[in-house]
């Protein structure tokens, strides 16, 4: 059974997307404003923003894909808010499937763990629930990751879609990281168990994400390193710099691009896109790698955040992706659909790659394994 939503009047498609963004904003400050008092329905509320962010992404591309049963839609109960809405696991199929919007694998994980928390909390409401997580440090630090994957899809990826309300999500945005006694309070109750990690022999690094020092690095690579944050939660990949330059498009001015936080041309301010960027690479890395030969694709598509457009260039030694800023992994034609990909080498010998292996499993199954 999905969620209604009720509005009393017939309202446009406009108007409706309108009113799921305004809501999905609505539920993100009522979120920081329970923080105090009621951390659990702070959970709860984050999480609706969640969905019906993703909603408003889906409807922005038709309004049936938010209806459970797109086969029964009726656009005169939809324009007065009668009918069941998809819950988050269709939601994320119908995004990768039917838009080509896939979310970042990570992304997923946190936004489906953060709805395992809202359901616990919402089930066993009479229950004495005494996760840690329910502690109201506990509570930022979750939000924080979250919104972390949720301010990457609206503020950047979905930019054109959502600009019309850049100001409320970066007021939001300023809110969220004022939190930071609370990432503090964190930090000071984990102290102890980051310092057992370290005399354990872990390394440990300044989180990108809360600052602290508290990113336990879990594997050095020759690009960077993995590691975990265990005050804010998030899992990342702290990149070694990368001293390679660009030429800005507008002012001709040479600047280090290959760093997620770069979203403006520092000489003359121009705004640095995921599009933009790679246009400016297409232009500079022509190449691939050793294995690569005149004439065949040069430009991979990441496996890790599903660029739509190929994103992953062969730069400084290492394939590296200009939309995720991940380095490191292999590029190779998909032996299944042919298209240039990057990826974990055996699953693309043995199955399949991130473009074909939904069709390969269905395959499967029609086949019967
Ligand atoms: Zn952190
Ligand atoms: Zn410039
Ligand atoms: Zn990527
Ligand atoms: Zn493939």
Same mark, same amino acid.
């Given at each position: ?34 923080? /105090? #008092? ?70 997923? =994980?946190?936004?489906? =763990? ?10 066993? =409401? ?58 503090? =309070? ?16 872990? #390394? ?74 790679? /246009? ?6 022509? /190449? ?82």
């Amino acid at each position: 059974m999905g969620r209604k939503f009720i509005s009393q009047k017939k309202q446009t498609r406009e108007e409706l997307f309108d009113s799921l963004v305004k809501n999905a904003i609505d539920f993100l400050d009522s979120s920081l404003d329970n923080l /105090e #008092k009621r951390p659990k329905n702070s959970i709860v509320d984050f999480y609706t923003s969640i969905e019906l962010f993703l909603k408003a992404r889906l409807m922005h591309e038709h309004w049936t894909l938010i209806i459970s049963k797109p086969e029964n839609a009726n656009i005169d109960s939809f324009m007065v808010g009668d009918f069941h809405s998809v819950f988050l696991e269709d939601v994320i199929k119908r995004l990768k499937s039917i838009i080509n919007e896939p979310l970042p694998e990570s992304t997923i =994980a946190n936004f489906k =763990a953060l709805g395992e928390h809202r359901n616990q909390i919402v089930h066993f =409401a009479h229950t004495d629930y005494s996760d840690i997580k329910a502690t109201k440090a506990g509570v930022v630090v979750e939000q924080w990751s979250s919104w972390h994957h949720l301010h990457e899809l609206i503020g950047t990826k979905w930019l054109d879609i959502f600009k019309v309300y850049s100001l409320e999500i970066n007021r939001i945005h300023q809110r969220m990281m004022q939190q930071t006694e609370f990432i503090q =309070a964190r930090y000071d109750e984990l102290e102890p168990k980051i310092k057992i990690e370290e005399k354990k022999g872990k #390394k440990v690094i300044d989180c990108l994400h809360c600052k602290m020092h508290s990113g336990i690095i879990t594997e050095e690579k020759k690009w960077g390193v993995d590691y975990n944050c265990m005050v804010c939660g998030v899992k990342d990949l702290a990149i070694t710099p990368l001293n390679e330059t660009i030429e800005c498009s507008e002012c001709n001015k040479e600047f280090k691009f290959f760093d997620s936080t770069v979203k403006h041309c520092p000489n003359c301010k121009v705004e640095l896109t995921t599009k933009k960027l790679i /246009e400016l690479c297409e232009n500079k890395y022509k /190449e691939g790698d050793g294995w690569w030969e005149e004439g065949q694709a040069h430009i991979a598509s990441c496996h890790e955040c599903q660029n739509e457009r190929p994103s992953v260039f062969f730069i400084d030694n290492l394939w590296s992706c200009v939309s995720c800023f991940d380095r490191g992994w292999q590029a190779i034609c998909c032996p299944n659909c042919d298209e240039f990909v990057t990826g974990d080498m055996d699953k693309l010998k043995y199955f399949a790659c991130h473009k074909c292996e939904d069709d390969v499993r269905r395959n499967m199954e029609a086949d019967g394994f």
